[in-house]
């Protein structure tokens, strides 16, 4: 509490309770200092006491005006005292009880006089910063920020310069906060030991802004000024999540150096995000072999090796993965949600292996690890799938139709699980059925619209397929797997090729490098008779996803331009890929 504050305020408050201030009257007197034999006199003492006295009943009454809720009669007797004392305390909490009261210009003009009273104070101008910010006074900023970057010392000034985008993370004008910092770095674009921050500062700013080519522009030349420093590989990660894949040389030059492994980490996940499958699963293994007790990579690498059917590989992969996030050194027996999301991946990806190999035994009892009740789902699937592959397909329809429904997510949960069951069980006109009531219920799910229309695919409704994906599209532009679906739909049916290709360009070129969209793609310019082209898309998109469907066309393709032996061997390999 701030009264204790006020006590120490006080120089040489009395012992005793005092009585209400009066100015001192007593005649003047004078006592000779046994050290120095200086004279001071008795009224100067009674002065000073009094004004100390002052200070106390201020601050008391501030506090208890400021706990009785009447925060603007605390913050005149706060500041008022602030300003006679000069204690930074008091105007520090004279800003806090503004800032309480959601008064923010109340609480500006309290650290801007705390400025005023102590210039050379960095807490004072880091609070006008703050709330000039949260005021959104973007333009009155910049001095203060160059205040602040002046008063840091030059080896802290990189790290002080990264946290400038935190600054106006809430800003609503990015424009200007992207303006104002450009005009208060511009002495710090060039010397080598503040470049790579500032460039990297000024472009996540404009990424933020919407500019990614200035952010791009500002990455390379962070990274050319210090192809070393971290943080221009970590905006070119963030463009590159953002599909713009310019930026990926600045990513893997600096990779090539002694780079942190976390940063390997995220460039793992982008290309994973990015469905480049066997780049990130290198990545990934470079991790394990850097850090092979650090866990995550290895659960990532056993994902993507099962993925693509290496699953001896992947096995080993999730074993190690539970060795290490389950072993002693982890401290707590309770792990984190983040961890425990984790057990349950491993746990679901195990029990597919073994139900693969017609393990059931020991597929359950990986299974049963799983205490996760919100991952109940998924394991009831696994549970379900079991049952079909035994010949009890009614028995695992019961099992999930028995899931909880408590929530709005676990219904569409529970919806999601039903319908893959019944779909990869044949029952499609089920599967189709169930989305049309649950379609009637929310119109605008696009996502079960999407689902629809591929049931009616296999239906055999081709109309109705375009009708729904057509209303996809329209909701939801960005949706690259309706483009596909409905493109390859047109070439597979060898009508309207044209417009197929161009529905397929536009999916890849919402998800560049899909190997799946490449497929779609190579498959519409076979049907317009461009085999030979055909052809060099399959094996590029088979190469990057060994895939049963995509080796299907690649052999077909390879067949009509007489490549019989290699066609076969394709579909060899298809065919152990997947025998179904």
Not at 138 to 156: F, H, I, N, V, W
């Amino acid at each position: 509490m701030l009264a204790i504050v006020a006590l120490s305020a006080c120089a040489q408050s009395p012992s005793k309770a005092a009585p209400p201030v009066k100015a001192p009257v007593s005649a003047p007197t004078k006592s000779i200092s046994k050290t120095s034999g200086t004279a001071i006199s008795e009224s100067a003492d009674a002065s000073a006491s009094a004004l100390d006295r002052l200070l106390f009943y201020e601050i008391l009454l501030g506090e208890l005006n400021a706990q009785d809720g009447e925060p603007g009669a605390a913050y005149s007797l706060l500041l008022d005292a602030a300003r006679r004392s000069n204690d930074s305390r008091l105007f520090k909490r004279t800003v806090e009880v503004a800032l309480r009261a959601r008064q923010g210009e109340s609480a500006l003009q309290a650290a801007q006089a705390w400025q005023k009273a102590l210039p050379n104070s960095r807490e004072a101008n880091s609070f006008i910063l703050q709330v000039l910010v949260g005021l959104n006074r973007l333009g009155e900023t910049a001095e203060p920020l160059k205040r602040e970057l002046a008063a840091t010392p030059p080896g802290d000034r990189p790290a002080l310069i990264a946290t400038i985008p935190r600054f106006f993370a809430r800003a609503t004008d990015k424009k200007l906060a992207l303006s104002v910092t450009e005009q208060v770095l511009a002495d710090y674009f060039k010397p080598a030991e503040v470049g790579a921050a500032s460039w990297t500062t000024l472009g996540r700013l404009r990424f933020d802004a919407g500019d990614m080519d200035g952010a791009l522009d500002a990455a390379q030349k962070g990274h050319e000024l210090a192809p070393k420093a971290e943080g221009p590989a970590l905006l070119a990660l963030a463009l590159l999540n953002g599909k713009e894949m310019r930026a990926e040389k600045i990513v893997k030059e600096y990779l090539a150096g002694t780079p942190r492994f976390e940063v390997r980490m995220d460039y793992a996940r982008v290309l994973m995000d990015a469905q480049r499958y066997p780049e990130s699963a290198a990545q990934f293994n470079l991790i394990t072999v850097e850090k092979p007790d650090y866990s995550p990579p290895w659960l990532a690498l056993g994902l993507l090796q099962v993925q693509d059917d290496q699953v001896d590989k992947g096995e080993l992969s999730l074993k190690r993965y539970l060795e290490l996030a389950t072993g002693p050194q982890l401290g707590p027996s309770d792990p984190d949600e983040t961890q425990a999301s984790g057990l349950t991946q491993a746990y679901l990806l195990l029990a597919q292996i073994a139900e693969q190999r017609k393990d059931f035994v020991q597929a359950e009892k990986w299974l049963a690890k799983i205490e996760n009740s919100e991952e109940l789902v998924r394991a009831q699937m696994r549970r379900a799938s079991m049952l079909a592959k035994q010949g009890k397909v009614s028995q695992g329809r019961t099992l999930l139709e028995g899931l909880p429904e408590r929530t709005p997510e676990e219904s569409r949960a529970k919806l999601s699980a039903m319908v893959q069951f019944l779909r990869e069980n044949k029952e499609n006109r089920k599967a189709y059925d169930l989305l049309t009531d649950a379609l009637k219920r929310d119109p605008k799910d696009f996502d079960l619209m999407y689902d629809q229309a591929m049931l009616a695919d296999k239906l055999g409704q081709p109309d109705e397929m375009e009708r729904l994906l057509r209303n996809v599209i329209t909701a939801k532009p960005d949706f690259q797997h309706a483009y596909n679906a409905l493109g390859y739909s047109l070439a597979d049916r060898n009508v309207r090729l044209p417009e197929a290709k161009k529905l397929i360009q536009k999916a890849l070129e919402l998800s560049p490098g899909d190997p799946f969209i490449s497929d779609s793609l190579a498959w519409a310019e076979f049907r317009m008779g461009n085999k030979t082209e055909a052809q060099r898309i399959l094996q590029i998109a088979f190469k990057q996803k060994p895939d049963a469907e995509i080796a299907a066309h690649l052999g077909e393709v390879l067949w009509s331009l007489g490549k019989k032996d290699e066609a076969v061997s394709v579909w060899r390999e298809g065919m152990q890929i997947n025998p179904e």
